[in-house]
C-alpha cells in the first residue's frame, strides 16, 4: 500500500466541515489522493454515521482516510480550534446551508482574512442566480434539471439508482480545488471556488439538449429513445438470464457475424452500414434473440469476448463484492464499518503508474482523531482535558455529554 507521501496531493492539508454525501465525496477523492484530510464534526458524530435505510451507506462510502476531529463549533473554545486548524490548512470544504458557515464565524471572508493562501470550497444547491437561497437535495435536481425525466417512463420521471448529481457535483469541487491550487502557484492567493447540484445536473444532461439543438426535436426519455444502432439491447440467455449488447461500428458488425457464424447477413449489402442495420431492426432483433437464446449466458458471454463486442451482464451492486475483475486489481478497498463489521467498497476509479490507491486511514469514529489534532495546534493537555470535561472536544474513548 502507497504511503501518504507518495500520493499526489501529499503534503495537501485539508479541513472537512461536510454531511451526507457531496462534501464527503470531495473530501474523499482528495483524500484518497493523499490530501491530509481533517474532519471536523459535532460531538455527538455525524448525523450521517446514523442514517438507515438508503443513507445507510453514505458514511462508510466517502469518510476513509480521513482524520476526525469531533468539538463544538458554537462554542467560542470549539471554533478556536477550528480557526487554529483552518491556519494551517490549504483547502477548507463545506457543504451546509446558504450563509450557515458565515454565521458561525467560518465563512470565506473571514477565513480567507486569516490565510489568503487558502483554497475555500462551497459545495451549494445552486450557483449565483435567483435559485441561491433554495435548499436542494440530489433528487430535487434530479426531477428540475430534466434528468429524471430522461432516466425514467414519459409519464414517470425515475431518479437515477445512486446519488449520481451528489458524486458528480462533489467531482467538480474537486476539480475547482485542484485548479485554484495550480492558480495559486502562480498568484499565491487562494480563492472561492463553489460547485452545485442544480448547475451539475444541467451539464450531465447538456448532450439531450444539444441533441435537440442538432435534430430540432425534443429527446425522449432514455427508456424509449429511437436507438442510434441496430443492436443496442438487452437480450435473454438459455437460462433465461440478461445480458446487453452493443454492436456500435461496422467493423463490430463483421466481427459479430463471423463470431456467430451469420454469413448471410455479413454478405447482405443493405446491412453493411448502421444506418441499413437500424432500418432492419424490425427484422433483426427477432433472429439475434432466438440465436441467443439458444446459447447459455456464459457461452453467450464468451463468444461476445472472443469478438471484442461490447457487453454486460445485468447486476446488482451486490454482484460487484465477488466481480473477480475487481477482486484482482485492487479496485475494492478494505474498510471496518461501526458496527466492527468488514467489508470492501470501491477504491477511487483511477491509476497512477498503474497503481490504484488503498487505505491508508480506516473509517474513523467520531473525535477518534480529537486529542491528536489538538495537540497538533499548540493545546496543553490541561487545556485538552478541560475542553473534554465540558463537553467541548470529545475524544475516541470519552462519552458524549447529554444535550
Avoid at 500520493?7 to 491530509?36: Q, R, S, W, Y
Wanted: proline fraction near 5%.
Amino acid at each position: 500500500m502507497a504511503q501518504q507521501e507518495d500520493l499526489p496531493l501529499a503534503g495537501i492539508k485539508v479541513v472537512e466541515f461536510t454531511h451526507m454525501v457531496m462534501g464527503p465525496a470531495a473530501g474523499g477523492i482528495l483524500a484518497d489522493l493523499g490530501a491530509e484530510v481533517t474532519k471536523v464534526e459535532p460531538c455527538q458524530g455525524d448525523n450521517t454515521r446514523r442514517l438507515q435505510g438508503s443513507g445507510a451507506g453514505y458514511f462508510a462510502m466517502y469518510n476513509r482516510n480521513k482524520r476526525s476531529l469531533a468539538l463544538d463549533l458554537k462554542s467560542a473554545e470549539g471554533k478556536d480550534i477550528a480557526l487554529r486548524l483552518v491556519d494551517q490548512a490549504d483547502v477548507v470544504i463545506e457543504n451546509f446551508r446558504h450563509g450557515a458557515m458565515d454565521r458561525l464565524g467560518l465563512g470565506y471572508t473571514a477565513l480567507s482574512a486569516r490565510n489568503p493562501r487558502l483554497v475555500y470550497c462551497s459545495l451549494k444547491g445552486f450557483l449565483s442566480g435567483p435559485y441561491e437561497h433554495r435548499t436542494a437535495l440530489d433528487e430535487v435536481t434530479q426531477m428540475m434539471g430534466g434528468l429524471a425525466y430522461m432516466t425514467g417512463l414519459p409519464d414517470r420521471p425515475l431518479r437515477a439508482g445512486t446519488s449520481v448529481v451528489d458524486i458528480t457535483g462533489g467531482m467538480f469541487g474537486v476539480i475547482a480545488i485542484l485548479a485554484a491550487l495550480q492558480q495559486r502557484q502562480h498568484s499565491g492567493r487562494g480563492q472561492q471556488v463553489t460547485s452545485s447540484l442544480f448547475e451539475t445536473t444541467a451539464y450531465l444532461v447538456g448532450q439531450h439538449m444539444a441533441q435537440q439543438a442538432v435534430t430540432g426535436e425534443e429527446p425522449p426519455p432514455m427508456s424509449v429513445r429511437r436507438s442510434a444502432w441496430s443492436i443496442y439491447d438487452i437480450f435473454h440467455s438459455a437460462e433465461n438470464e440478461r445480458v446487453f449488447v452493443g454492436v456500435v461500428s461496422d467493423t463490430l458488425w463483421r466481427a459479430f457475424c463471423a463470431e456467430f457464424d451469420l454469413d448471410d447477413l455479413a454478405a447482405d449489402p443493405a446491412l453493411g452500414t448502421n444506418a441499413g442495420r437500424v432500418a432492419a431492426r424490425e427484422h433483426l432483433i427477432p433472429r439475434i434473440s432466438a440465436l441467443f437464446a439458444s446459447l447459455s449466458k456464459a457461452e453467450l458471454m464468451a463468444k461476445l469476448d472472443r469478438a471484442g463486442i461490447p457487453f454486460a451482464p445485468i447486476n446488482k451492486p451486490a454482484d460487484l463484492f465477488d466481480d473477480p475483475h475487481l477482486n484482482a486489481s485492487g479496485g475494492l478497498v478494505p474498510v471496518t464499518l461501526e458496527n466492527g463489521q468488514q467489508t470492501r467498497l470501491p477504491a477511487l476509479p483511477v491509476e497512477f503508474a498503474g497503481r490504484r490507491l488503498g487505505v491508508r486511514r480506516d473509517l474513523p469514529s467520531a473525535g477518534e482523531h480529537s486529542l491528536e489534532v489538538a495537540r497538533s495546534l499548540g493545546l496543553s493537555d490541561d487545556q485538552i482535558d478541560a475542553l473534554v470535561t465540558h463537553g467541548l472536544l470529545k475524544g475516541i474513548d470519552q462519552p458524549v455529554p447529554e444535550s
